[in-house]
């Protein structure tokens, strides 16, 4: 789907509440994490503002996923002065928590943070990333038991953003990703966002005086990765300095700079990917 109509379908999922874990997919760099940032920033719905927010790139434990939970979700907490209450459950459940880096929890010795988990993500709306850039070490029956867990035991609702190109097919991994949309994902919307998507995002983030010229290139070599899109518009402003260029002069000249800056990421990304078999 276009991000337009990609984001009418999120939006219209986020209202129904049987959609406990909803996954937005796509190739990389196609806008994914922009068009929930969108979605979160103009919602009316209280809880969808105030979603926990985790990466899961680099992360090898569950217990590293529910620390950045609650990180994340500190701040929303020390805003509407509920840190008191958050505290009085703990004490409930016999917990004592601890957090050196904030300030309303810097009385407090004991370590153990990974207990808050089920009380600061309970009923909450959580947003899991880069679920393909985890640590090899964090399987993905451990991330799929952890989501499975906190939407039947704790009323939490996922929303998962896929690079679904990058998904690990190594060993039982891929038989593991099918019943992970299976059993655990409720609704999936895949988001193919066209060229001229890409670019009208991409120049949001990088203005530029030779957007027609640019526009025109970047459709006719298909590319719909805002961030290779982004870059190529950075190194034209680059090369080109701001000068006043007719448009004769920039139909001859810009489609030879995104040609060559295309050709340099599909290196690089080349040399990644062997590197890192």
């Not at 209280?46 to 620390?67: H, M, P, T």
């Amino acid at each position: 789907m276009s991000l337009a109509k990609t984001k009418e379908r999120l939006n219209y999922l986020l209202k129904c509440d049987d959609n406990k874990v909803i996954a937005l997919s796509g190739k990389w760099g196609t806008g994914k994490t922009y068009l929930w940032k969108e979605i979160q920033s103009e919602s009316r719905k209280d809880e969808v503002k105030k979603a926990l927010y985790v990466s899961l790139f680099g992360l090898s434990s569950v217990d590293q996923i529910k620390r950045k939970l609650i990180e994340s979700a500190i701040p929303n907490i020390e805003s509407h002065g509920g840190v008191l209450d958050l505290l009085k459950s703990l004490y409930k459940a016999g917990v004592n928590v601890a957090s050196e880096h904030y300030k309303s929890m810097a009385a407090l010795k004991d370590l153990n943070v990974v207990l808050m988990a089920p009380v600061v993500c309970r009923d909450k709306f959580i947003v899991i990333d880069d679920i393909e850039r985890k640590h090899s070490n964090l399987g993905i029956d451990e991330v799929l038991g952890f989501i499975d867990d906190y939407s039947q035991q704790f009323g939490a609702r996922f929303i998962l953003l896929l690079n679904d190109d990058q998904l690990s097919t190594d060993g039982d991994q891929t038989e593991l990703w099918s019943t992970f949309r299976e059993k655990v994902i409720d609704e999936e919307v895949r988001l193919s966002t066209s060229p001229a998507e890409a670019f009208s995002i991409a120049i949001k983030l990088t203005p530029t005086k030779y957007a027609e010229a640019l526009k025109s290139a970047i459709s006719i070599c298909e590319l719909t990765n805002i961030r290779i899109v982004s870059k190529i518009v950075k190194i034209a402003n680059l090369i080109l300095n701001n000068r006043d260029l007719t448009s004769a002069v920039q139909a001859r000249v810009v489609p030879s700079i995104v040609l060559f800056q295309l050709f340099i990421t599909v290196e690089f990304m080349t040399v990644q990917t062997s590197s890192s078999r």
